[in-house]
């Protein structure tokens, strides 16, 4: 990033040099009707003295802000976001070499995330948004559209059209989930999934979903249970499949955060992951490669996401068609130690659980 402004205006460069001011704005504009000795002189004594542009008059003048903007969705008890860390981290990154700074702000509800949209609009704050943990119908996406204001979705919305976007192939990657779980040796695949108005939980149940359909397995709806993405939800998505009279012996997750509950309630109940319940996650943070066992996960880099949707929004705002840019990637399966061959059937595994939770009490919490 730059240099912190200092006290040097542009008339102490022109007092230093003996010229007008405006001859010095001539040559930090780049005007080519000064000579070259004065230009040298006057370039000499801006590195000498250490000016710098003012940055808020140099935007006022190209109408640019230098600064994008984010708006984290929080409360609903998600808790802390692992995953959203490390992308903002990757935008911050991003715009760190590009010169360019970064706007993060929180909202409770919808209605206060299109407040702040507002605000942030009104009061030229930033240059563009970037638009994260997308809906099935998002308002944030249909509210920057309709103020044709410019924006990058990180995720796509039911309607996929019309608008920027970087997304990784979620549906794909899950259906490869399943038939890598299959293969293992498990016949009951339990899915902890994301609440649904998330399209990317929506995207990851169809691809469990289209994933047993490929194989030939009846699909079991009291496999699936619905929980906020954090590691709670994960906690109580693992304790309600798992208390099932015919419980699944693999649970495939549809965050990493889910996952690590799943881990947390297997250690709580006596069960190792990978050896007793295989648990896989997605999203690929490097937490989970320190984990007790490391864990088994779809792999999308939060901190590359992050950096490619920034870059994607500077190019908009240099002129590129947002449809231009919409980017479908894969998400890789790095297999760890969270994974393995069922150890026991379900029933059996059914009656080592009652064994082991007869002394323990029973929350009966389900999923939302």
Request: neutral net charge; aromatic residues 6%; proline residues 4%.
């Amino acid at each position: 990033m730059s240099r912190l402004r200092g006290s040097v205006t542009i008339d102490d460069v022109a007092r230093h040099v003996g010229v007008a001011k405006g001859t010095v704005s001539r040559v930090l504009n780049n005007y080519t009707d000064i000579s070259d000795e004065t230009r040298k002189r006057i370039l000499k004594a801006v590195k000498d003295l250490g000016y710098q542009p003012s940055a808020t008059a140099r935007n006022l003048k190209r109408g640019r802000q230098d600064t994008l903007g984010i708006i984290i969705p929080v409360g609903h008890g998600n808790g802390a976001d692992p995953f959203l860390s490390e992308f903002i981290d990757g935008i911050a990154r991003a715009l760190d070499e590009l010169d360019l700074d970064l706007l993060v702000t929180t909202a409770h509800s919808r209605e206060h995330m299109i407040e702040s949209l507002e605000r942030l609009i009104a009061r030229r704050k930033v240059d563009g948004f970037i638009v994260t943990r997308t809906e099935v119908n998002d308002p944030r996406i249909a509210y920057l559209q309709e103020r044709n204001f410019p924006f990058v979705a990180h995720g796509r919305t039911a309607n996929p059209s019309g608008y920027a976007w970087y997304d990784i192939d979620n549906e794909a990657a899950f259906a490869e989930g399943v038939r890598h779980i299959y293969s293992l040796g498990h016949e009951r695949i339990g899915l902890v999934g994301g609440t649904l108005e998330l399209n990317f939980a929506r995207q990851r149940r169809e691809g469990y979903r289209q994933g047993l359909r490929d194989l030939g397995v009846k699909h079991d709806p009291s496999l699936e249970t619905i929980q906020t993405v954090s590691e709670k939800g994960g906690i109580l998505g693992a304790e309600e499949l798992l208390s099932l009279d015919q419980p699944p012996t693999a649970l495939l997750c549809a965050t990493d955060a889910l996952a690590i509950g799943a881990v947390q309630y297997c250690r709580k109940i006596g069960l190792k992951a990978g050896v007793d319940v295989t648990v896989i996650g997605y999203d690929g943070l490097p937490v989970g490669e320190y984990l007790d066992p490391p864990l088994t996960t779809f792999s999308q880099s939060a901190q590359e996401a992050g950096g490619r949707v920034a870059r994607m929004l500077t190019d908009i705002l240099d002129g590129k068609s947002p449809t231009s840019l919409q980017e479908l990637s894969k998400a890789d399966l790095i297999r760890r130690a969270s994974d393995g061959a069922p150890a026991k059937t379900p029933a059996a595994l059914a009656t080592a659980l009652r064994e082991r939770l007869k002394d323990q009490p029973h929350s009966g919490n389900k999923g939302e």
